[in-house]
């Protein structure tokens, strides 16, 4: 008997597709097998290619547009169906692909006389980006005018929220969705029994079309492997032990640390609250309260959330827990006294 278990135990870990299929041009899906695993390895790894699946792959998106002979959102063009806001919004929804390694920013443009639907196929690409779905909608024109609009395109990773501050006159900021990934699903069943008993789990992935869910779940793996690598070169000699309290006092005031701190408060910046993944109702009060990142967040105590409007009792546990589970950081207990 200890044989057989000794042999199940030292199994390699295997991968499988199970199935994929297109479901349209912006939604392409795969569903996969993994196994097998020990007791509580299926949950690790599971959490962590969720995570780098939603935000570790890197994307494609448009970033800025300009109208020609508009200086704000709140102008009109005759002519021109949708407001200058919607005709911003729909370019953000338009799925691209580029394989260029270059951090280069694009430029595009669409330039079309009406009447006409103006689509993501009337829109002239650089060479290495390309459209998934030409017939993604951008603006209307019902009039025999013609309508130029100026993109601007580059890579990046999550959700990059646009800054008007920033732009120049007549060019406007477009918040940009740089993930490929539009959803991740796992689930854990257990197969074996006693102390033979071994997990095994199902990952789900819908893509937007830039990506196949096959290229998403590769890329995603390299990602841990490169985040995971570093600590496989820790030796016991690069950790110095502290012997005492004043030791541990003069650490503190280590520069390394202070660089660790402002690198953490970055971070905080740069993550935003989909990553907690709370309930619409919670999400969307946060949102209202211009609360967008983890650090935003951090600004405010239980007792500083709970004047948000809507937002009771039960959201704010629901913030705190998610704030846990998934940063490991805790609200404020002290009154901030932020007023919205």
């Known amino acids: ?21 297109t479901e349209g041009k912006r939604l392409h899906y795969g569903r996969f097998v993994v196994s097998p695993f020990k007791r509580g390895q ?36 005759t002519g021109l169906q949708e407001t200058i806001h919607d005709a911003l919004v729909n370019p953000k929804e338009i799925v691209l692909r580029s394989d260029s390694k270059k951090k280069d920013i694009w430029e595009a443009f669409s330039s079309v006389t009406g009447p006409k639907e103006v689509t ?26 013609s309508s130029t609009i100026e993109l601007e395109i580059e890579k990046g990773y999550g959700y990059r929220i646009g800054n008007l501050l920033k732009c120049k006159i007549g060019e406007f900021p477009i918040d940009a969705v740089f993930m490929p990934v539009r959803n991740v699903n796992y689930s854990i069943h257990l197969f ?82 989909d990553q907690l993944e709370l309930p619409a109702r919670a999400f969307n009060c946060l949102k209202r309260a211009e609360i967008y990142t983890i650090a935003d967040l951090l600004n405010y105590s239980r007792e500083d959330l709970s004047k948000i409007k809507n937002f009771g009792r039960k959201s704010v546990d629901q913030v705190s827990e998610a704030l846990w589970d998934r940063f490991a950081k805790e609200l404020p207990s002290k009154k901030l006294g932020i007023n919205r």
């Open 120 to 145: 993501a196929g009337d829109t002239s690409l650089p060479p290495c980006v390309k459209a998934i779905d030409n017939s993604q909608h951008i603006a209307t024109i019902t009039q025999p005018i």
């Open 192 to 273: 074996g029994s006693g102390v033979a008993t071994q997990e095994i789990s199902f990952i789900e992935i819908w893509t937007n079309g830039s990506l196949t869910p096959h290229e998403a779940l590769s890329e995603a793996s390299k990602k841990l492997i490169d985040l995971i690598t570093p600590f496989s070169h820790v030796r016991c000699g690069d950790v110095s032990l502290l012997i005492n309290d004043e030791d541990l006092a003069d650490s503190t005031k280590s520069p390394h640390l202070g660089d660790a701190n402002k690198l953490e408060e970055k971070l905080l910046k740069d993550m935003f609250i």
């Open 1 to 21: 008997m200890r044989k057989n278990e000794t042999s199940t135990s030292t199994q390699a870990i295997q991968w499988k597709c199970l199935e994929s299929k």
């Open 42 to 77: 299926a949950s690790t790894v599971g959490i962590a290619m969720r995570r780098a699946l939603s935000q570790e792959i890197e994307g494609t998106s448009i970033t800025h547009a300009k109208f020609h002979g508009i200086v704000h959102e709140y102008s009109t063009i």
